[in-house]
C-alpha cells in the first residue's frame, strides 16, 4: 500500500530553535508539495519540486525556511530560527500525472504537528 | 480577499439528512475543481472531482460547479457517523491537477450526529 510518509508527527519546540520536517515521496511520483495547514488560513502552498527541482517557493518565508530534495526519497523542509507563529500542521504530498487523463492526483502524507512555545 | 472562500463550520446534522457544503471563488481560469475530505489527524484525501459546469455523482455524493456563479457545492446523502471530517474544496487552473498547485479553501468541518 503506497503512502506518503512525513516524520516527526508531533514536535514540540522552543522559540529560535532549528525544526527539520522530513517526508518520502510514493516512489514513482516526479512532483512534492509541501503544505502548511492552520485554522485561519487553511491548507497553504509554501513549496513544491518537479524531478527533484525547485518549482516555486513564494508561499515560504524565505528568511527562515528552505526545502530540499536530497534524492528522490526524501524531502525536507527547515525552519531556522522557529517562531510561535510557526506553530501548524505540515504537510507534505506528493504527485503526477497518470495514465492517459493527463490528470493524476496529489496524495498527502498524515502531515507533522509542530508547536513553538 | 482569498481566492477561494469556504465556511469554516462547524455543521453538524442528524444522521439520514442531507449535507451541502459551498465555495466560491473568484479566478474565472479554474477549469478543474476538487473536494478532499480530511479524517482528524489525517492528511487531505481526494474524494471527486469535476471539471467546468456542471454534476458529477459518485454514490452518494454529488459535486455541483456553476461557473457562471463561481460556486461549487458538495452533497452527501443519506450522511453517516462516517462521514464526519473536515471537507475541503480545492481548484486548478489546468488538467493535470496532480502535478501542479492548487488553490485550497479553509475546509468546513462536518459533524454527523447519531
Known amino acids: 500500500d503506497a503512502r506518503v510518509t512525513q516524520t516527526p508527527r508531533d514536535k514540540v519546540t522552543e522559540m529560535g530553535q532549528e525544526v527539520t520536517m522530513r517526508c518520502q515521496p510514493i516512489?514513482?511520483?516526479?512532483?512534492v508539495f509541501w503544505y502548511r495547514q492552520t485554522m485561519m488560513q487553511g491548507l497553504e502552498l509554501l513549496a513544491y519540486?518537479?524531478?527533484?527541482?525547485?518549482?516555486?517557493d513564494s508561499g515560504m518565508p524565505k528568511d527562515r525556511f528552505s526545502a530540499e530534495m536530497p534524492d528522490a526519497t526524501l524531502a525536507t523542509l527547515k525552519i531556522q530560527p522557529s517562531e510561535p507563529r510557526d506553530s501548524a500542521v505540515y504537510f507534505c504530498?506528493?504527485?503526477?500525472?497518470?495514465?492517459?487523463?493527463?490528470?493524476?492526483?496529489?496524495?498527502f502524507g498524515p502531515g507533522t504537528r509542530l508547536t513553538v512555545l | 480577499q482569498k481566492e477561494v472562500e469556504q465556511d469554516p463550520g462547524p455543521l453538524s446534522v442528524p444522521e439520514g439528512a442531507i449535507v451541502s457544503l459551498n465555495c466560491t471563488y473568484s479566478?474565472?481560469?479554474?477549469?478543474?475543481f476538487m473536494w478532499y475530505r480530511q479524517y482528524s489527524r489525517k492528511g487531505p484525501e481526494l474524494l471527486m472531482y469535476?471539471?467546468?459546469?456542471g454534476n458529477k455523482e459518485d454514490g452518494r455524493f454529488t459535486a455541483q460547479v456553476d461557473k457562471s456563479s463561481k460556486y461549487i457545492s458538495l452533497f452527501i446523502r443519506d450522511s453517516q457517523p462516517s462521514d464526519s471530517a473536515t471537507y475541503l474544496c480545492?481548484?486548478?487552473?489546468?488538467?493535470?491537477?496532480?502535478?501542479?498547485?492548487?488553490?485550497f479553501g479553509t475546509g468546513t468541518r462536518l459533524t454527523i450526529i447519531p
Open positions: 504530498a506528493s504527485g503526477g500525472v497518470f495514465g492517459t487523463s493527463g490528470r493524476g492526483e496529489q496524495f
Open positions: 516512489l514513482g511520483h516526479n512532483t
Open positions: 519540486f518537479r524531478n527533484r527541482a525547485p518549482l516555486d
Open positions: 479566478n474565472s481560469a479554474f477549469q478543474y
Open positions: 469535476t471539471y467546468s459546469s
Open positions: 480545492a481548484m486548478s487552473p489546468i488538467s493535470n491537477f496532480g502535478n501542479e498547485k492548487l488553490t
